[in-house]
């Protein structure tokens, strides 16, 4: 893995000093980092109030606007700006120790009230997620190159807080990545922007149809595949971001059993980037999907 899950207090010099571990754990290693160490029970005083000032750090990060990258349903990405390089992927949540009190917190702190996180939203699996499927991308030997961004660091924090008169307990759970030079096809559509002039739509659409067939003959479903999702990176390269609905199975992937029932995702990642590929063909030529053939 090229990525480390560790504590805040094992990372905290890398991030604020910018550096990446360039390190890769063998094998046995990595097994072992798939459960999170206790922080609690590891921690010094000195630890703690260390832990905490990253903590704060990743949450004035949250109320920066002009630093947000994208936002999904659970997760917002930010850039910091000691590290522009890198993107935070953050998920936060806020537990209120007293239910009753909910009503008392600020409003922009409602939508990080989550009763129960949904199911894919396991960062250390997204992770290992995308690692595999990088496997598949394949760096300059093909003019077909799909690019994923490198995980680097995976890091969990938690503090009890008071808000508002309101006792409550802080966690943000974080993946820093490599920050992509780019932008998505959403971004680009909506604000109705010009594509790079290098930009060739064939050939595009045919890396991402090579590449999503080799992950998914491997049973790895990325399952979120829209506009969003996929940007258009440096030479006009396709980079796939946000596998944090991807799976790896060899069972149906579209279907996902949950504590509310099952979840059917509508469409197969190939049958999602014959849709982005006519809603780019419509903006960029006013033309009707080709036959992928």
Not at 2 to 14: D, M, T
Not at 60 to 86: H, I, M, Y
Not at 184 to 194: F, I, N, P, R, T
Not at 222 to 250: A, L, Q
Request: hydrophobic share 35%; proline share 6%; net charge negative.
């Amino acid at each position: 893995m090229n990525y480390h899950e560790e504590s805040p207090v094992e990372i905290i010099n890398k991030i604020d000093s910018n550096l990446v571990p360039n390190e890769v754990p063998d094998e046995k290693e990595s097994k072992t980092r798939k459960k999170k160490k206790s922080l609690e029970s590891e921690n010094t005083p000195e630890d703690n109030v260390r832990e905490k000032r990253i903590l704060d750090s990743i949450l004035r990060l949250l109320e920066q606007e002009e630093n947000k990258l994208g936002e999904g349903g659970t997760a917002e990405v930010f850039f910091p700006n000691d590290a522009p390089k890198l993107c935070y992927k953050i998920i936060r949540k806020v537990n209120i120790v007293t239910p009753r009190l909910k009503e008392k917190l600020p409003t922009r702190y409602q939508k990080y009230v989550r009763d129960d996180m949904p199911w894919h939203l396991d960062l250390t699996s997204e992770a290992e997620l995308m690692e595999e499927a990088r496997k598949f991308t394949v760096e300059s030997i093909s003019e077909n190159e799909v690019f994923i961004p490198r995980p680097l660091l995976i890091f969990h924090l938690s503090a009890d807080e008071e808000i508002n008169g309101v006792d409550v307990k802080e966690t943000v759970d974080v993946i820093v990545m490599d920050r992509v030079s780019g932008i998505d096809l959403e971004q680009l559509m909506l604000q109705g922007k010009q594509f790079p002039e290098n930009f060739d739509l064939d050939k595009f659409m045919k890396a991402l149809r090579d590449f999503f067939e080799k992950i998914n003959s491997s049973a790895i479903h990325h399952r979120d595949v829209f506009e969003r999702n996929i940007m258009v990176g440096p030479n006009s390269k396709p980079y796939v971001i946000d596998f944090g609905r991807g799976i790896k199975t060899n069972n149906d992937p579209y279907v996902e059993y949950t504590a509310k029932g099952p979840l059917n995702f509508l469409n197969t990642d190939q049958d999602a980037l014959v849709s982005i590929e006519k809603h780019l063909r419509s903006y960029l030529y006013g033309n009707p999907v080709k036959d992928a053939a």
